[in-house]
């Protein structure tokens, strides 16, 4: 009596790390040098051990197989890790490529996506990150642009005029040209005669040159 025909047999890995048989669709490769694989729980409790260990350390992240020197893809890794992990992944990278010097961050506090400087490097002013496309001021790392004014201008408002209400105001006095008093900093409008102007705080200063008025001759008018 011929005995029964096997049936098909399923080919399982196992895990290079736990060595629990997992099916080739659970196996996760890491490297692309190595075909060392291992199940999502285990590779991505090793990528996020190696990313947490603190600056650097997770910049190059190797094969967990003790035999293996082979450096992880985050590419290939990406499905077994969680996002929060890959991005923290990807910024040490990234940090670890380019100096300090040259790095920036979105400062924006919902972003804070890792970006390379130009080699304008501190030059540069109003930038666009590629992640969240908001402009920020790349000079003094401060979010949002302040549209109207100038990186040295913005420096020397005080905190309470740094708001977006109020870049909108500068941009606006400064298309109609209106002054600012130079002791409480309010802003004037000039509609007519005499260029002598005295505030609403009682300061007396030259609307054309911005100075007080016993700096002030009389051809400023």
């Known amino acids: ?17 736990c060595m629990e048989p ?30 947490e260990a603190g600056p650097g350390a997770g910049a190059v992240v190797r094969c967990p197989e003790p035999s293996c020197a082979g450096a ?16 923290r992944w990807c910024a040490a990278l990234c940090e670890a490529l380019f100096p300090a010097a040259r790095r920036t961050y979105c400062p924006f506090p919902d972003c804070s996506e890792v970006m390379v400087a130009d080699d304008g490097g501190d030059c540069v ?4 990150c590629q992640v969240c496309r908001r402009l920020f001021c790349a000079r003094y790392r401060v979010a949002p642009w302040h549209a ?21 105001l500068l941009e606006m006095a400064k298309g109609n040209e209106w002054k600012r008093c130079p002791s409480c900093q309010f802003i004037v409008e000039k509609v007519d005669g ?26 400023c008018c």
């Open 72 to 87: 992880l893809d985050p590419d290939l890794c990406r499905a077994a890790l969680s996002s929060g992990v890959f991005e």
């Open 148 to 168: 109207g004014v100038t990186c040295d201008e913005y420096q020397r408002l005080a905190e309470g005029d740094r708001g977006r209400d109020d870049m909108m």
């Open 22 to 51: 997992m099916a080739p669709s659970e196996a996760h490769r890491g490297g692309a040098a190595c075909a060392h694989a291992f199940c999502r729980a285990c590779l991505s409790d090793h990528v996020r051990a190696k990313v």
């Open 194 to 219: 005499c260029a002598h102007i005295r505030c609403r705080c009682g300061f007396e200063f030259c609307y054309k040159y911005g100075m007080a008025r016993s700096g002030m001759s009389h051809s």
């Open 125 to 128: 002013t109003q930038s666009e």
């Open 1 to 17: 009596m011929a005995g029964a025909k096997p049936g098909p047999q399923s080919h399982h890995h196992s895990c290079s790390i």
